[in-house]
Structures are given as C-alpha cells and as structure tokens.
C-alpha cells in the first residue's frame, strides 16, 4: 500500500512539473495588426507666368492673387503655386512656362494674351500637363490642342459702372481714359467705361489715348497730363502702366477709377472705386476639371454675376451716397440683363 501511495504522488509531482515546463495545451494571443500607413495625396501645383511685378496692382496681382486665395482656401498641403513675374519679353516668357512644363506641374498659367502662340508651341510636347491662358477665348482646340483652357474677363462690365460714376462726378464734363493697347480686357474695358459715362451724360466728352503699351509709365503719365490739360476732372485707364497716370492724377487732385486690381493704396484720397478680378472664380473650376481628367478644351469668363469681377469702393473717398447707389442700380441691371454694357 505504501508503494501504491509513492507511485501515485509520484505522477502527481510529474504532472506539475509538465504544468509549469508549459506542457499540455496553451493559448496564444496574437499582437493586433497595425493600421495601414496613410499615403499623402500629393498637392496640386501650379506654375504661373506673368508679363509684370505681382505687386503691380493690376494684371499680373489679380492673378497672384487668386492663387494665394485659392492656397489660403485649399490649405498649403493640398495647394502649392509658384510663379516668374516681369515677363514682358515673350521669348523669355516661352522659356519660363516650358521650363515649368517639364517639371511636371498640373497646371502651367501663361497669363498673358500675348502668349498664346509660345503654348501653341509648347503644349503640344506636354500632353500630360494642363495649360491656361488669357484673356482670351482660344483653346486651340481647332489645331487639334486639347490640353489648353482659356479665360477671360467681360471688364466692360465693370468698366460701365466706373463710367456711371465718373459721369456722375464730373463737374466739366471731360472725362479722360489712358488705354495700353486696344485688344484684350483692356478695349473691353475702355468701351464698356464710355458706354456707361455717354448712358448717364449724352453731352459729356470722353477722350480715350491709347498710348501702345502695356508697362510704360511715363507715356502713361503724358496721357493723363494731356487729359488733365484738356479739363478733365476725371480719369481711368487699364494696365500695369497705370500708375503713372494715377500719379498725375493725385497731384492735380482729380477722381480716379480703378479696374483689374484695388489701386486706393496708390491715392486713397483720388481713387473712387475700383473693378477687382477675382481670377479664382475660374480657377477653382479649371483645377476641378483636371482632377476629374480633363486638361483643356474650354474657355471661362469672369463677370459681376458671378463675381469674378466686384465693385470696391473706397472706403476712404466721400462718394455721394446717390453716386453710390447708381452704381448699385448698374450692377443689377448688367447682372439681370436689363442694361447692356457695350452698345
């Protein structure tokens, strides 16, 4: 019987120490798997070139504008721009926008009229990379180019309401416009800014100077003089060259209407009221386009109803508050079709 009792503890201590060596059946917990890695999307890059300074306060800022708008709304990591300004020499501008084309770039902005031909050129050889140019309408879809979209601005619009107001101003009835060169935005704008002074004051004389170009100030400076010379009591013109003629304006103290950028820096106490592009509007829908795969082909417009162009006053000018509100009543009506800007 003692045998039997050894024995038996025996494989009793034998078991336990199968237990503790880890004999016998056991559970494994496995480690849980880590979340996959987050790939960043890549953020769409545009490239931009430009015939004058970003800080001009006129064509080229309004574009430089639009972008950092665009990078303000979409965030730094989603939107990434960078641009080549003072390109008056095309082949220079040609050399820019190629440069940035090779680099792989979503979007390559020629903003410029003037260089259309160089994307006609150029685009071709980058059938993955999207083009934009204006102001204009021609995508070159008809030379067989589907990578270009175009753009442009009804700057008559605008043009209008700042002729209302100067028609409303003028005491002598002489309205002076220093015009670059009569294409583009720029005749657009002259035209629509005669409409809407001749609308409001059938008898008043506008006197339009063209002076051949885009970024030369002193003639621009000789044309308002001439103008101011002539009694004009009020003036506008278009183009980076403007500053000039606003120059000439703040020394003889008469009324200065502004278009494609906000110009009251330049003169707060002269400048009325300026026709702001906000190139964004259309941008924002081109950049939309080539996500969705197509990378030209269509041309867009900014306006005043779909603010791509807006009326800002000066906050530091004492407009007449009837002025004001006939201004008011010519964007509502250019906006609901019941004024025409250009006859």
Not at 11 to 30: D, R
Not at 105 to 116: D, E, F, K, P, R
Not at 270 to 296: C, E, F, M, R
């Amino acid at each position: 019987m003692k045998k039997v009792t050894i024995f038996v503890s025996l494989l009793l201590v034998a078991a336990f120490l199968l237990a503790a060596c880890g004999g016998g059946a056991t559970e494994t917990t496995e480690a849980p798997e880590a979340p996959p890695t987050e790939v960043a999307a890549e953020p769409f890059k545009v490239a931009v070139v430009m015939p004058s300074s970003i800080s001009d306060l006129a064509f080229s800022q309004s574009m430089y504008d639009a972008l950092v708008a665009i990078q303000n709304e979409m965030g730094a990591e989603n939107f990434e721009f960078v641009y080549t300004d003072g390109m008056f020499v095309v082949d220079d501008a040609a050399a820019a926008i190629r440069d940035y084309a090779s680099q792989g770039y979503n979007l390559v902005i020629a903003h410029g009229s003037q260089y259309g031909s160089s994307l006609v050129e150029i685009a071709p050889d980058f059938p993955e990379t999207s083009f934009a140019h204006g102001t204009t309408v021609d995508t070159f879809t008809d030379q067989g180019i589907t990578n270009v979209f175009a753009y442009e601005a009804r700057s008559e619009e605008g043009g209008y309401v700042n002729g209302v107001m100067a028609a409303l101003l003028s005491a002598s009835n002489i309205i002076g416009v220093v015009g670059p060169i009569e294409t583009g935005d720029a005749k657009l704008y002259v035209d629509g800014f005669k409409a809407g002074v001749l609308a409001t004051k059938p008898d008043a004389q506008v006197n339009v100077n063209w002076t051949g170009s885009f970024s030369d100030v002193a003639l621009a400076s000789e044309a308002a003089q001439t103008h101011v010379n002539a009694g004009a009591d009020a003036l506008t013109g278009t183009a980076q060259m403007v500053v000039g003629a606003v120059g000439v304006a703040k020394e003889k103290g008469v009324a200065w209407f502004a278009t494609q950028s906000n110009q009251e820096s330049l003169a707060p106490e002269i400048v009325v009221a300026s026709q702001v592009y906000k190139w964004d509007v259309v941008l924002k829908q081109i950049i939309d386009l080539i996500n969705q795969g197509t990378l030209g082909g269509q041309s867009f417009v900014i306006d005043l109803e779909n603010k791509g162009e807006v009326i800002e006053y000066n906050a530091g000018y004492a407009l007449p508050e009837d002025v004001k509100a006939a201004a008011e009543a010519a964007i509502q009506g250019i906006i609901d079709g019941t004024i025409t800007p250009l006859p």
